[in-house]
Nanobody, 124 residues
Framework: VQLQASGGGLVQPGGSLRLSCAVY????????MAWYRQAPGKQRELVAR???????NYVDSVKGRFTISRDNAKNTVYLQMNSLKPEDTAAYYC???????????????????WGQGTQVTVSS
């Protein structure tokens, strides 16, 4: 299983970006997906998460500006970021709680997977 993130870039304050994270592999099941971010000199923080049923949670600083969504048919999670601020500048990482099917037993072995970071820079 691999997670591939994309969509970062340089944007002016007030602008928008949409991040995507696609899950690749075979014989897997996806539970919770999330976006984290890490700014230089700071700890990685949870930005938003979405369950397999579509229930969402956000860190207070992005509520009303960011929207997390997922397309289960495409095994992809998105983060729509509007009204971006300089303090949103960070490397953004997608994270997935993913189960790989266990042959013969039919069960799943669950693990946390991370995508590579995609840089978001908000600056004029």
């Amino acid at each position: 299983v691999q997670l591939q993130a994309s969509g970062g870039g340089l944007v002016q304050p007030g602008g928008s970006l949409r991040l995507s994270c696609a899950v690749y592999g075979s014989a897997f099941s996806i539970n919770v997906m999330a976006w984290y971010r890490q700014a230089p000199g700071k700890q990685r923080e949870l930005v938003a998460r979405i369950t397999s049923y579509g229930s969402t949670n956000y860190v207070d600083s992005v509520k009303g500006r960011f929207t997390i969504s997922r397309d289960n048919a495409k095994n992809t999670v998105y983060l729509q970021m509007n009204s971006l601020k300089p303090e949103d500048t960070a490397a953004y990482y997608c994270n997935g709680d993913i189960g790989q099917e266990i042959p013969v037993s039919g069960g799943y072995s669950w693990s946390q997977y991370w995508g590579q970071g995609t840089q978001v820079t908000v600056s004029s």
